[in-house]
């Protein structure tokens, strides 16, 4: 059972256009929310990530708005560059199991920004 | 400073035989986890690791085994390969302080 829910699948965007993604939980344990950027044939790496008891983290272009009532968060890439066309997991963990933060990741949205 | 490596990167075997996918990391983070990646299906959790020799099942833990003896290597072993193991393996680790997890570059294994 996904426990992640992520949409759109795949999104293009033109450049310096607002790219969104956005993902669903139902998990209220969870607890911490990263986003993950992977380009083909590497591995995902940490791009942002969000605590419950905050809103909204910005870091350059890229931001996650957290809605803690609704279950569900996202991540927002102000001005679109064509070097951000990529792969974007969500993901989402809880500190009350004895994992170490194991992740549970949505499918991911493979984003295309054209020139 | 070579953080976290996987090998071998790719990898071809036939149905029934063993094979081990090699992870070892250097920032001697607690916690270290292997992922696979299926096309459709994300990164879903096959084992972690709290700490040297405590290891505990994630989502799809059937037809793998993992040790570790040493903090910074976390082998995952195929008993018996079989077709549907035919994936990108992903080891990531993750230290206490902040529980971030990093991940390597992958093995690509592919089970004929």
């Known amino acids: 059972q996904q426990q992640v829910k992520q949409s759109p699948q795949s999104l293009i965007v033109q450049k310096g256009g607002i790219s969104i993604i956005n993902c669903a939980y139902e998990?209220?344990?969870?607890?911490?929310f990263p986003w993950y950027q992977q380009f083909p044939g590497k591995g995902p790496a940490l791009l942002i990530a969000i605590r419950p008891d905050v809103s909204e983290k910005k870091e350059g272009r890229f931001t996650i708005s957290f809605n803690k009532s609704a279950k569900q968060f996202s991540l927002h890439i102000m001005d679109s560059q064509p070097g951000d066309s990529a792969t974007y997991f969500c993901?989402?963990?809880?500190?009350?199991?004895?994992?170490?933060?194991?992740?549970?990741f949505g499918k991911g949205t493979s984003l295309l920004v054209t020139p | 400073d070579a953080g976290i490596t996987q090998s071998p990167r790719y990898k071809i075997t036939e149905t029934g035989r063993q094979v081990t996918l090699m992870c070892h990391q250097t920032?001697?983070?607690?916690?270290m986890f292997w992922y696979r990646q299926d096309l459709g299906h994300g990164l879903r959790l096959i084992y972690y690791?709290?700490?040297?020799?405590?290891?505990d099942k994630g989502e799809v833990p059937d037809g793998y085994v993992v040790s570790r003896s040493k903090t910074e290597n976390f082998p995952l072993t195929l008993e018996s390969a079989t077709r549907s193991q035919t994936s990108v393996y992903f080891c990531a680790s993750a230290g206490t302080a902040t529980y971030e997890q990093y991940f390597g570059p992958g093995t690509r294994l592919t089970v004929t």
């Open positions: 998990n209220t344990a969870f607890d911490y």
């Open positions: 920032w001697s983070h607690s916690y």
């Open positions: 690791s709290a700490a040297a020799d405590i290891t």
């Open positions: 993901a989402a963990s809880s500190r009350s199991t004895n994992s170490g933060y194991a992740l549970n």
